[in-house]
């Protein structure tokens, strides 16, 4: 099973308007990142938020994260038609594999 | 810095051939991975090295599958025998150590007629 994984397949929105992207996962965890695929590329990171803190922004996007329920959401405003993309999370567990677990990702839609 | 690398961008392969994935890290970086990705089951992990040493090798993918590391600076995803069902975007990662950001090349598109 996924130890991370995202809540919904795809979202789709306006340019313009704001969208929250939510991710829970299984385990305890030091830190979550949120990463940015676009298409025919690679993901690349957008936030690392780490374990001890609930909120990190970058810009037009703001990260939250709640160890108590498990979940974490990235939001972004002003949403503009480059933001679509694949948006995943991955987590970096407290102890076992030493290295990031990736969620499935949400598919975001930006229409104009 | 040149991020990662990987060749080719596209591979056409018909069933039961060899094909061979290459993919240049990050310089400096410690850890590769390979991932396959496609729309059902999203990432999945297929080998995980640190310092050139085999971390994971994904379990399901064992039979077929063989990443190699011959340098700190090169690593090669052999599939044989390709199979239709291979047919994905292959992915490489590169990162410092451990849990940290992952830097992805842009991935190399298999078709398996």
């Known amino acids: 099973s996924q130890l991370a994984e995202e809540n919904l397949w795809a979202l789709s929105v306006h340019e313009g308007e704001s969208v929250t992207v939510n991710c829970s996962y299984k385990t305890s965890i030091t830190a979550l990142q949120w990463y940015r695929q676009k298409s025919g590329e690679g993901p690349a990171q957008l936030i690392l938020i780490r374990s001890n803190e609930r909120e990190k922004r970058n810009g037009r996007l703001r990260a939250t994260l709640d160890t108590s329920s498990q979940s974490s959401s990235l939001s972004i405003t002003a949403t503009r038609c480059e933001d679509t993309a694949v948006y995943f999370c991955?987590?970096?567990?407290?102890?076992?594999?030493?290295?990031?677990?990736f969620g499935k990702g949400t598919q975001l839609i930006i229409q104009p | 810095d040149a991020g990662v690398t990987q060749t080719p961008r596209h591979e056409v392969a018909e069933k039961g051939q060899t094909i061979i994935l290459k993919c240049e890290p990050v310089?400096?970086?410690?850890?590769l991975f390979w991932y396959r990705q496609t729309k059902i089951q999203g990432l999945e992990l297929l080998s995980y090295f640190r310092s050139k040493s085999l971390m994971e090798d994904g379990g399901a993918f064992k039979d077929r599958f063989k990443a190699e590391m011959l340098n700190s600076s090169f690593s090669t995803l052999k599939i044989q025998p390709t199979e239709p069902k291979d047919s994905a975007v292959y992915l490489c990662a590169s990162s410092g150590q451990g849990n940290a950001e992952q830097f992805f090349g842009p991935g190399t598109r298999l078709t398996v007629l």
């Open positions: 991955a987590t970096e567990p407290e102890e076992g594999a030493d290295r990031l677990t």
């Open positions: 310089s400096g970086h410690n850890d």
